[in-house]
């Protein structure tokens, strides 16, 4: 069973940083690539960052500069490093692998009061 869990989140103020971790299990996690994406309330899903499975990276252009996606294949784990931050971040965080087909259960992430 695939299962893909999400940590880090919480509550920052604005120019603060977080770092998100996925964590994967039941699947060969070196073979995917692996996908942000984040939902403000009311919004549809929004791609954050993905890195293949070699390591290369994609970013909108709305996110450059300001956050980095990593993977390390020893620990089956993704992580989302998010630099200054701002309001308009404030999301649930999601983490999914091979295309779409497998999903975590997300992480609140929000920035200011």
């Known amino acids: 069973q695939v299962e893909l869990v999400e940590s880090g989140g919480g509550l920052v103020q604005p120019g603060e940083s977080l770092r998100l971790s996925c964590a994967a299990s039941?699947?060969?996690?070196?073979?995917?690539?692996m996908t942000w994406y984040r939902q403000a309330p009311g919004k549809r899903h929004e791609l954050v960052a993905r890195?293949?499975?070699?390591?290369?990276?994609y970013y909108p252009d709305s996110i450059k500069g300001r956050f980095s996606v990593s993977r390390d294949n020893a620990r089956n784990t993704v992580y989302l490093q998010m630099n200054s931050l701002k309001p308009e971040d404030t999301a649930v965080y999601f983490c999914?692998?091979?295309?779409?087909?497998?999903w975590g259960q997300g992480t609140q992430v929000t920035v200011g009061s």
């Open positions: 999914s692998a091979a295309g779409g087909t497998y």
């Open positions: 039941g699947i060969v996690f070196a073979n995917y690539g």
């Open positions: 890195v293949n499975y070699t390591g290369g990276a």
